[in-house]
Nanobody, 124 residues
Framework: VQLQASGGGLVQPGGSLRVSCAAS????????VGWFRQAPGKEREFVAA????????YYRDAVKGRFTISRDSTKNTVYLQMNILKPEDTAIYYC??????????????????WGQGTQVTVSS
């Protein structure tokens, strides 16, 4: 599976942005698909994940109620809609695919497939 992320950019605090990740290759229904982010000087952290088959979603606490992950199986694409953005959301956002389901992604290691990352900057 190859992943191509897009849609990052500069947005003011309180604004919205949607990032997308298009996958080439087959994603099985039991796979999890999601997003991580890495801010300067910090470790990469889990943001959100969705089960490809049943669309059940999971989020880190800091983004609950502000971010929404979704997927379009006809386009083999996963989206992350980010609302009420804060400066602390500034990071490179990476999409990922793994054979393990999304409910394990909060503590997951050794993700199988990574996208190249897209920069999201929240600043006035």
């Amino acid at each position: 599976v190859q992943l191509q992320a897009s849609g990052g950019g500069l947005v003011q605090p309180g604004g919205s942005l949607r990032v997308s990740c298009a996958a080439s290759g087959r994603i099985l229904s039991n796979y999890g698909v999601g997003w991580f982010r890495q801010a300067p000087g910090k470790e990469r952290e889990f943001v959100a994940a969705i089960n490809w088959g049943n669309s059940v979603t999971y989020y880190r606490d800091a983004v609950k109620g502000r971010f929404t992950i979704s997927r379009d199986s006809t386009k083999n694409t996963v989206y992350l809609q980010m609302n009420i953005l804060k400066p602390e959301d500034t990071a490179i956002y990476y999409c990922a695919v793994d054979p393990r389901p999304a409910q394990n992604w909060g503590t997951i290691v050794n993700i199988r497939y990574w996208g190249q990352g897209t920069q999201v900057t929240v600043s006035s």
